[in-house]
């Protein structure tokens, strides 16, 4: 059974930081690539990154410089810092095995200006 577990949103004001954990079950997670995506309500899922098993990584435009996605393959764990964080960058964020429909629960994190 694979079961991703998120935590770490919540509110900040804009310039803030904050960082996002996803605790992985299973024992193939070290070869899975992970990403984070977010989601507004009624819209559709934006790729925020991704993180290959090798460490590999891809950022959306939007974040690129101000986020930073990583793993720890030993505790099963990806993360997303998120640093001089925006107003727009208020969503819901979302753990995901990457192409596959295993979805974490998703924390709100909110950008006050």
């Known amino acids: 059974q694979v079961r991703l577990v998120e935590s770490g949103g919540g509110l900040v004001q804009a310039g803030g930081s904050l960082r996002l954990s996803c605790a992985a079950s299973g024992s193939i997670f070290s070869i899975k690539t992970m990403a984070w995506y977010r989601q507004a309500p009624g819209k559709q899922r934006e790729l925020v990154a991704y993180i290959t098993g090798g460490g590999s990584t891809n950022y959306a435009n939007s974040v690129k410089g101000r986020f930073t996605i990583s793993r720890d393959n030993a505790r099963n764990m990806v993360y997303l810092q998120m640093n001089s964080l925006k107003p727009e960058d208020t969503f819901v964020y979302l753990c995901?095995?990457?192409?596959?429909?295993?979805w974490g629960q998703g924390p709100q994190v909110t950008v006050s200006s």
């Open positions: 995901n095995i990457y192409a596959t429909h295993y």
